[in-house]
């Protein structure tokens, strides 16, 4: 009798994160795999400083096809890879890491998630930005912004010498015009702004009353507003912006992006986002 053929080895990917109980995207990425009949799995690995260059390491040894990296090593990590894609590049910082022949690849895919969300509203292209904040995710947003030919960003943020170095990091190495105001008092949007966005942690769960300082009657129709922010989905300041008649984009669309950017890096699949965004909807309003 003739034997049957069983491949038992699944393809490895995962996340490196410190802490990492929190992180939602193990189930996220896992329900696609399932959904698409993929024989991989997505570990998600509480990886300290210290451990990080034995954890790269590891993932080279198990000849893991890619992993996330999140807080803290974004920056940390790229001294251990072998090339950087160009926002990474840029940025000087990675979360997505891609196995290429024998190579392992920083990418950035944060921007990028941001961005896939947004381009299904507006095309950022020729358009005048006020972004909030200045830590890795607004980096990481306004490089790519920038790269997607943004014509003017407007950084606000608390920490000036924070919001000066995003600004100067726009300025020169893309083809954006950027500035910086330091945020000390409730920030009015100037009227000829086309995109807002909050790139800060303010209204983050379990905070979700806390909102941005702005002046909401400053926010016209015109307007696109987005919040990264992916829980609670509907944050008050998109509950502001939709009273006002803007059009709004949730942070869990640029989470659900990331982790379809992030597959297709991986696998070569296009992944079904619907799938990722009802497991993290399902998660978050359980």
């Known amino acids: 009798m003739a034997g049957k053929a069983h ?3 699944s393809e490895l990917t995962g996340c490196f994160a410190f802490p990492a109980a929190e992180n939602p995207t193990v189930a996220m990425i896992e329900s696609a795999y399932r959904h698409h009949g993929l024989d991989w799995r997505y570990i998600n690995c509480e990886i300290t400083p210290a451990n990080l260059p034995a954890a790269v390491a590891g993932a080279r040894a198990m000849n893991w096809a890619g992993f996330n990296c999140s807080l803290p090593h974004k920056v940390a990590v790229i001294q251990h890879l072998d090339g950087l894609g160009e926002s990474a590049e840029i940025m000087g910082a990675v979360n997505c890491v891609v196995r290429r022949g024998a190579a392992y690849v920083g990418e950035n895919t ?3 998630g941001f961005l896939a969300s947004l381009s299904e509203i507006v095309d950022p292209a020729g358009r005048r930005v006020v972004m909030f904040g200045a ?11 920038a790269l997607a030919g943004a014509a003017a960003i407007t950084v606000v943020n608390r920490d000036p010498a924070r919001g000066r ?7 020169q190495k893309t083809g954006a015009r950027a500035d910086l105001v330091t945020w000390a008092a409730r920030y009015r949007v100037p009227e000829e702004t086309d995109i807002v966005v909050n790139a800060t942690s303010i209204g983050l769960f379990p905070d979700v009353n806390a909102t941005l300082d702005i002046d909401a009657e400053t926010l016209q129709p015109t307007m696109v507003v987005a919040d990264i922010i ?3 989905p509907r944050t ?8 006002r008649g803007c059009r709004t984009i949730d942070g869990l669309g640029m989470l659900v992006n ?4 992030g597959v ?5 699949v296009d992944v079904d986002a619907t799938v990722m965004r009802k497991t993290l909807a399902d998660l978050f309003n359980g």
């Open 7 to 9: 491949n038992f080895l």
């Open 110 to 112: 944060d921007g990028k």
């Open 135 to 145: 830590g890795g995710a607004a980096r990481a947003v306004g490089v790519e912004l």
């Open 165 to 171: 170095a995003v600004v100067e990091l726009l300025n």
């Open 230 to 232: 992916p829980n609670p």
């Open 236 to 243: 008050r300041l998109l509950a502001d912006a939709e009273r």
């Open 258 to 261: 990331q982790g379809v950017i």
């Open 264 to 268: 297709k890096h991986w696998t070569g």
